[in-house]
């Protein structure tokens, strides 16, 4: 039987007990003899991989490897992903860089079929490379059958530093807007509306500098990716989404009280 990570309650409570938790539920989670299955055999298997062809050609290390940079859906898309792998990265106009989700890029970058004469698939720490992206992400996927808001919260804690440390504010915001897990946090924290999406992006850009000026005093990224106020904009958009879907009431408001104290006394047991 699997393990399934513990979150006691919704909302900033729950993310909370989650962070506090993480280590000991990681490890447990990592433990998991499917996970363990899946981790033996890309080890035993991967170094032998030399092309696109035959790694599409394995369904067990397609899971893996597309599950490494959360593309798990495209698992039956093997053409698609045969040429993203094989067009590589270095060509402006390769498929990878053509997407707008950029996980397809990082996952050609890593394999490096389309960019090198031998792929990394040989490199002696390749294996351990893509299984701690693969654990990782597939604990979050693990998370997110419990609670898809703290899946997207852990998304956004993971990606949003790498987003902002590279390129110009404005191309690192449009990074932002072109990851759907990124843009909803940002989105439901600043309160827009679902049809925000639909306005011209470069208006998108602009109400996201302003909103992000209101909220953190500033419209740079790196700054905005400091723990203090990743913390802040997680927090904002925990309590945004939970008060968009919590129900109304009296019923409701003795329900909120029981959870915090049910979760206050989990906490006392693991300190």
């Known amino acids: 039987m699997s393990f399934s990570p513990i979150i006691p309650m919704s909302g900033y409570g729950g993310w909370a007990f989650l962070q506090r938790t993480m280590d000991q539920q990681?490890?447990?989670?990592?433990?998991?003899?499917?996970?363990?299955?899946?981790e033996a055999y890309f080890r035993d298997k991967i170094g032998s991989i030399r092309s696109a062809a035959e790694l599409v050609g394995d369904h067990r290390l397609m899971k893996?490897?597309?599950?490494?940079?959360?593309?798990?859906?495209?698992?039956?898309?093997?053409?698609?992903?045969?040429?993203?792998?094989?067009?590589?990265?270095?060509?402006?106009k390769a498929l990878a860089n053509r997407l707008s989700d950029k996980n397809y890029l990082e996952m050609s970058k890593a394999f490096g079929f389309g960019d090198f004469s031998t792929p990394r698939t040989v490199l002696s720490d390749f294996a351990d490379q893509i299984l701690t992206k693969y654990r990782e992400r597939q604990f979050e996927v693990a998370v997110g059958t419990q609670n898809n808001d703290m899946r997207l919260a852990l998304s956004a804690q993971r990606e949003l530093p790498k987003i902002a440390a590279s390129g110009s504010t404005d191309a690192q915001w449009f990074r932002v807007l072109g990851s759907a897990p990124l843009r909803q946090v940002f989105q439901t924290a600043f309160g827009l509306p679902t049809s925000f999406g639909a306005?011209?992006?470069?208006?998108?850009?602009?109400?996201?500098?302003?909103?992000?000026?209101?909220?953190?005093?500033?419209?740079?990224?790196?700054?905005?990716?400091?723990?203090?106020?990743?913390?802040?904009?997680?927090?904002?958009?925990?309590?945004?989404?939970?008060?968009?879907?919590?129900?109304?009431?009296?019923?409701?408001?003795?329900?909120?009280?029981?959870?915090?104290?049910?979760?206050a006394n989990i906490l006392s047991l693991l300190r």
């Open 26 to 38: 990681r490890t447990t989670f990592d433990q998991g003899a499917a996970l363990q299955r899946d």
């Open 64 to 92: 893996v490897a597309l599950g490494a940079f959360g593309l798990d859906n495209d698992l039956p898309n093997k053409f698609f992903i045969r040429k993203v792998l094989e067009d590589g990265t270095l060509d402006p």
């Open 199 to 263: 306005i011209d992006l470069d208006q998108q850009l602009g109400v996201m500098k302003s909103k992000a000026k209101q909220m953190f005093g500033t419209d740079q990224l790196a700054k905005i990716a400091a723990p203090d106020q990743m913390d802040k904009l997680i927090r904002r958009y925990l309590v945004m989404s939970d008060t968009a879907t919590a129900p109304t009431g009296p019923a409701s408001a003795a329900l909120q009280i029981l959870q915090r104290g049910g979760a």
